[in-house]
């Protein structure tokens, strides 16, 4: 709920296929997710996203990074598009631009990521080739409230997947994909419902604080020591 006790109302941004805005549609058109999606907001003209959004009668906006000379005056802008629909919650799925000081500032407490990899393991690109890489059992996925910190705030729901003998960083990445699909809805739930916040530098869960990520059993969340 936001502070008017409306629906959360929401801005998606992305920069691609938009698979992961699809699961916040389809969330909210169940009824298992109660946000107001008001405007999905690409960096790229051409992306499979914007089309997602307008099937299911979304307002988009683009803002083309390269139609400005720098990040700050980027962000000015997105800011400048963003604020026209008072968004509660900015819902980063797989948005490829770093965001400045001043954006995260604008919006603090109020944005969310998901980071393929189980933080804090492999923040930045190619986290699947690097699980691979590493031998890692276990490979994933991260919601995390953004900060300024690049794939550094704190942790909200961990997916896991194993890892498999034959895998191509491919594979693994559309099993890390659906996992995604399952938490980051829930993630953005416990938000709309008040459960969960950022502050202090912390994600709190019903007041407490959350030293450690929530984790999806392939069904439900819960705590770690659960
Ligand atoms: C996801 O893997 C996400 O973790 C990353 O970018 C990808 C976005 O995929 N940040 P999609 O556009 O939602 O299909």
Same mark, same amino acid.
């Given at each position: 709920?936001?502070?008017?006790?409306?629906?959360t109302?929401?801005?998606?941004?992305?920069?691609?296929?938009? !698979?992961?805005?699809?699961?916040?549609? &389809?969330?909210?058109?169940?009824?298992?997710? *109660?946000?107001? #999606?008001?405007? /999905? @907001?690409?960096?790229?003209?051409?992306?499979?996203?914007?089309?997602?959004?307008?099937?299911?009668?979304?307002? !988009?906006?683009?803002?083309?990074?390269? &139609?400005?000379?720098?990040?700050?005056?980027? *962000?000015?802008? #997105?800011?400048? /598009? @963003?604020?026209?629909?008072?968004?509660?919650?900015?819902?980063?799925?797989?948005?490829?631009?770093?965001?400045?000081?001043?954006?995260?500032?604008?919006?603090?407490?109020?944005?969310?990521?998901?980071?393929?990899?189980? #933080?804090?393991?492999?923040?930045?690109?190619?986290?699947?080739?690097?699980?691979i890489?590493?031998?890692?059992?276990?490979?994933?996925?991260?919601?995390?409230?953004?900060?300024?910190?690049?794939?550094?705030?704190?942790?909200?729901?961990?997916?896991?997947?194993?890892?498999?003998?034959?895998?191509?960083?491919?594979s693994?990445?559309?099993?890390?994909?659906?996992?995604?699909?399952?938490?980051?809805?829930?993630?953005?739930?416990?938000?709309?419902?008040g459960?969960?916040?950022y502050?202090?530098?912390?994600?709190?869960?019903?007041?407490?604080?959350?030293?450690?990520?929530?984790?999806?059993?392939?069904?439900?969340?819960?705590?770690?020591?659960?």
């Amino acid at each position: 709920m936001s502070k008017s006790g409306s629906r959360t109302s929401t801005a998606v941004l992305i920069s691609g296929s938009g !698979t992961n805005l699809q699961a916040f549609i &389809d969330a909210t058109r169940s009824g298992e997710l *109660d946000l107001d #999606l008001r405007v /999905v @907001l690409s960096n790229k003209r051409v992306a499979a996203g914007l089309a997602r959004a307008r099937s299911a009668g979304i307002r !988009t906006e683009c803002v083309e990074h390269r &139609d400005y000379p720098d990040r700050e005056r980027f *962000d000015a802008a #997105l800011i400048a /598009v @963003l604020d026209r629909f008072e968004p509660d919650l900015i819902i980063l799925a797989g948005f490829m631009r770093i965001l400045t000081p001043v954006f995260i500032d604008h919006y603090a407490g109020r944005i969310f990521n998901i980071h393929p990899s189980l #933080l804090p393991r492999y923040p930045g690109l190619d986290t699947h080739q690097r699980a691979i890489d590493a031998g890692d059992a276990w490979h994933g996925s991260t919601v995390h409230f953004a900060t300024e910190e690049l794939d550094g705030g704190p942790r909200v729901i961990q997916g896991r997947v194993p890892v498999m003998p034959d895998d191509t960083a491919e594979s693994l990445a559309g099993r890390v994909l659906e996992i995604e699909h399952q938490i980051y809805p829930r993630a953005a739930a416990l938000y709309a419902s008040g459960r969960l916040r950022y502050r202090d530098g912390a994600a709190w869960l019903d007041d407490q604080k959350l030293e450690e990520p929530l984790q999806f059993d392939g069904k439900n969340v819960r705590s770690r020591d659960q």
